[in-house]
Nanobody
Framework: QVQLVESGGGLVQPGGSLRLSCAVSGRTVSINTVGWFRQAAGKEREFVAGIGWDSGTTSYGDSVKGRLTISRHNAKDLVYLQMNNLKPEDTAVYYC????????????????WGQGTQVTVSS
């Protein structure tokens, strides 16, 4: 079992920044990737970013490239999502999840999920 807990969401104005954190615990040796997804009201869950747990390799969804950065604090088993130049369309619940095998961008392949943190971008 892997446990994930997100934090750092909130209300921010367009053009602003937020940093989300994902605290990972449990059977971390089984993790291949930690991914961030988001789900806006009435929409499907969308891949935002992923990072290889051991490799540090990163990947981003097309809609966020250049504005979001995923990173890992190895000693603390924390994964961060730095979000800059936020837009109203970034408003969603953001989830982190862990993957052992499967496609980074496919939410159905991730067995473990956090509870989500709300990000609202509005003036």
């Amino acid at each position: 079992q892997v446990q994930l807990v997100e934090s750092g969401g909130g209300l921010v104005q367009p053009g602003g920044s937020l940093r989300l954190s994902c605290a990972v615990s449990g059977r971390t040796v089984s993790i291949n990737t930690v991914g961030w997804f988001r789900q806006a009201a009435g929409k499907e869950r969308e891949f935002v970013a992923g990072i290889g747990w051991d490799s540090g390799t990163t990947s981003y969804g097309d809609s966020v490239k250049g504005r979001l950065t995923i990173s890992r604090h190895n000693a603390k088993d924390l994964v961060y999502l730095q979000m800059n130049n936020l837009k109203p369309e970034d408003t969603a619940v953001y989830y982190c999840a862990s993957l052992r095998v499967g496609a980074w961008t496919n939410a159905a392949d991730y067995p473990y999920w956090g509870q989500g943190t709300q990000v609202t971008v509005s003036s």
